[in-house]
């Protein structure tokens, strides 16, 4: 069993981003595909607050539901947002990964670093080609 979870899409390219620098640091995390299984009431609230960010920051805004929603107007609870986020996990901005070292959204994924327990094993370049890590495990920016 893993300590390390990520709430993942396999759609998004940053998600998959994170899951591979998950991986590169010698670990398989719990992966939890949140469109199909999403988190609980509890979990989500828990999720925010450790993380320390607003629920409106964990709103992903380019997608259809927020328009419709009109989740642009600052006219909604916290706890309106995150009854939209349980009906449309589709606005849940992802990945989120929980890991001993703390919570994180991994916007860009190379956030996960400062959480990860381990180092990367390798060099690790993300899908678009922009190297990340090097052969020596070391972060490149």
């Known amino acids: 069993m893993s300590n390390i979870t990520i709430y993942h899409n396999p759609a998004c390219g940053t998600s998959r981003n994170t899951l591979e620098m998950i991986r590169n640091s010698g670990n398989e995390p719990s992966i939890i595909y949140y469109l199909d299984t999403p988190p609980t009431r509890d ?3 828990k999720l925010i607050s450790d993380m320390d960010i607003s629920v409106r920051a964990l709103l992903r805004k380019n997608v259809e539901p ?13 706890k309106q947002l995150i009854d939209f986020m349980l009906q449309h996990p589709i606005l849940i901005n992802r990945p989120v990964v929980v890991t ?7 916007r860009p994924s190379e956030m996960v670093l400062d959480i990860l327990p381990e180092s990367q094993k390798g060099s690790f370049t993300k899908e678009n080609g922009e190297k990340v890590i090097d052969e020596t495990g070391k972060r490149v920016k």
């Open 100 to 106: 001993p070292l703390g919570t994180r959204l991994c």
């Open 66 to 78: 927020y328009e419709l929603l009109g989740l642009e107007e600052d006219k909604f609870s916290d």
């Open 43 to 45: 979990e989500l609230i």
